[in-house]
Each structure stands twice: as C-alpha cells, then as structure tokens.
C-alpha cells in the first residue's frame, strides 16, 4: 500500500492551516484557507487556489494521477461532501446463489468510505486517518454496524452497483457513517447502511475523545445538516440490542482468527465477525434464506490468538419487516447473536440478524 513521506504531509497541513500570503520564489500568490473558512463558506478545498507544490502534494495523496486513481470508479461528488463509486461483483465474490455475500457487501462499504477520505488528502494509513490523529498514533474502530439489504447484486446478471457514502460528527466520542447502495441499470436502491466509530489509541488500545482538532479536520467534508441513511423515526438500526443469555439453541465452537483476518490496524477486521455470526446460524435457514438485516454491537477488540464462540438464538415470533426502515415484506427468521471469547467468556459482540426466502436458487 502507498504511503506517504512526513513531509509531503507537512505541506499539506500548512496548506490548510495558512492565510493568504505571497510565494516569494515563483513570485505567485499562494491561496489558501481554514478549515472554519471553509465550513462557513462551503467551499471544497480541493478547489482552492494552490501553488504548484502543493497541487503536486494534495494529488498524491488522492492518487491523482496513479493508475489506481485512474482506474477507480469513484469520485467526490459536486459539492464534495459525500462520495459515490461503482463496483462490478465478480465471480469469486458471490455464494451458491450467484448474489454478492453480505461479507463482500462489508468490505465494499468500508472500501468507499476508505476512498473518500483519501480523495480529500487523508492518509490511507490507518483506514482514514486524519494528520492529527497520525501525529497522535490514533485510529478509527467500529462501535455498531447496520446493513439492510433489499437485493442482493448478483455475478451472472453483469450487476454494477454504485455506493455513496458520507460521514458526520456523532457526539463528542465519535463519528458516524452511512451509506447508500444503487443499481446502477434501474437507479433502484438496493440497500442501506449506518455506523458508528470512535477512537483508539493505536499502542495503549484504549478509547479517546474525539478532539476539537480531529473534528475540525474532518467535519468540512460533512455535510452541513444532518443527512441519515435511514431518516425514519423508531428504524432498526437505533434499536438496543439485548445480550443473549445461556443456553443458546445454536452454537458454533474454536472459531479461531486467521492471519488474513487481521486488518493494517493489527486487529480483527470488522467483517470477519459478521461471518462468525453466520457460522451458528442452522444451515436449513442458509440454504433457503439470505440475510435481509443485521445488526452488530462491537465490545471487544478480538486479537490473532483469541479463540471465538459464535451462540445463535431464534427470537419469539415473526417480524413483519414493513414495520421496519424501509424493509420490504416478510421476514422468515430473526434471530439473537453473541459472540464471547471461549472459556472466559468475555462479550466481543453482540447482533441481531433477519432472514428473508430466497428468491431463487
């Protein structure tokens, strides 16, 4: 993975944290402005006035100019504020069913909300670090996850699917993304998604605040007023999840990280728990259903040597999923999560997960 010299990200700090002043070498006005400025007024940054340098700075850090950056599907859109890329589902992406897993659909989401951020000059180290949060040896975790899935893209149909993403201050602990999935051929919207993140120390692994800096930072790329993914009052993913209690009716034992689950931040990759909350649900569901909603509370970072038990209740009773954000149906199975540490016990995860009929097979 490209990375970036400390000074190419000193230049650019100073670009954001100058005023107005003249280059006395090239004899050229070099523009610059506040992140505040830049709020109030709504500009975009990246279309400020720049010496030659600088441009030459803030394009690599985009991957201007790269093949990748070339080659990318996805680009800020007008108003800078959210990103929108495309992806083709490929053929060792998909299930028995020929549809994109909803593991492919997670590291598609947490790919794009990667790419905005480094289309707005922020390293890639670290999953969107900022330069304060380099210099302070701090990274982006994720507390919760929510994604519904209304149809899944499928290989054999040549499916594209265009995803746009934008994030928002959360409180003063963290920071919130959503997400919008698209088929590209209908404009159908095939999905949605939200999350929450905070901070860590990356050597003491302990939270932190989300500082006045680090907000400052970031917030001009977010959108002024408040935008959700899921607007709607009293939607699923504000629900509390509750913890699933002993005995559960299905269990999946010895689930153990593999080294390829391990993400650049040295711990287990969010996506790889939603597929060990999978491997306890029973395989008549799997067979006949796919997965419509889930749900995931994060309350334990899981290293490589952990070992993981993955318990699976079914909750009294049948949702009706048009009572739900914007869930279209019925559902056939909903079911109660928990993941724990084996032999101590201790709560990584907890999540809900609802099942619809599959279409077709």
Not at 43 to 68: C, F, H, K, M, Y
Not at 138 to 145: A, D, E, K, Y
Not at 272 to 296: A, F, K, M
Request: hydrophobic share 35%; charged share 25%; aromatic share 8%.
């Amino acid at each position: 993975m490209l990375k970036f010299s400390s000074n190419a990200t000193d230049k650019l700090q100073s670009f954001f944290s100058h005023s107005h002043q003249q280059d006395p070498v090239h004899r050229r006005n070099v523009f610059s402005v506040s992140y505040y400025q830049m709020r109030k007024t709504g500009w975009n940054p990246l279309r400020a006035t720049v010496s030659a340098d600088q441009e030459s700075v803030i394009q690599a850090e985009q991957g201007v100019g790269t093949l990748a950056g070339r080659l990318r599907l996805g680009s800020l859109t007008e108003d800078g504020l959210s990103y929108k890329e495309k992806f083709i589902i490929r053929s060792h992406e998909v299930q028995s069913n020929k549809t994109a897993t909803i593991q492919i659909i997670a590291n598609l989401l947490q790919e794009v909300g990667c790419n905005q951020f480094q289309s707005v000059g922020f390293s890639t180290d670290g999953f969107a670090t900022t330069p304060t949060m380099r210099k302070l040896n701090l990274i982006w975790v994720t507390s919760r996850m929510h994604i519904e899935m209304y149809k899944y893209p499928a290989w054999y149909w040549g499916d594209v699917v265009e995803i746009e993403t934008w994030c928002q201050s959360e409180g003063r602990i963290g920071t919130r993304r959503d997400w919008i999935l698209k088929d590209i051929a209908s404009d159908e919207v095939t999905g949605r998604a939200t999350s929450k993140w905070v901070m860590m120390n990356r050597d003491t692994r302990r939270l932190q605040k989300v500082s006045d800096d680090v907000r400052n930072e970031h917030l001009v790329f977010c959108p002024k007023e408040p935008r959700l993914a899921f607007p709607e009052e009293n939607n699923r993913s504000l629900k509390k999840i509750q913890k699933l209690e002993d005995p559960a009716q299905y269990s999946m034992i010895g689930l153990k990280p593999r080294r390829a689950d391990l993400d650049m931040n040295q711990h287990v990759n969010n996506v790889t728990y939603i597929g060990w909350v999978i491997e306890s649900i029973p395989q008549e569901i799997v067979d006949t259903h796919e997965l419509q909603v889930i749900t995931l509370d994060y309350r334990r970072e899981c290293q490589q040597d952990d070992v993981v038990d993955s318990l699976t209740t079914s909750e009294i009773g049948r949702t009706n999923c048009s009572e739900t954000s914007g869930t279209q149906g019925h559902s056939d199975g909903q079911f109660l999560h928990l993941l724990r540490l084996s032999g101590a016990g201790q709560e990584i995860n907890r999540g809900t997960t609802l099942w619809r009929k599959k279409l077709y097979k």
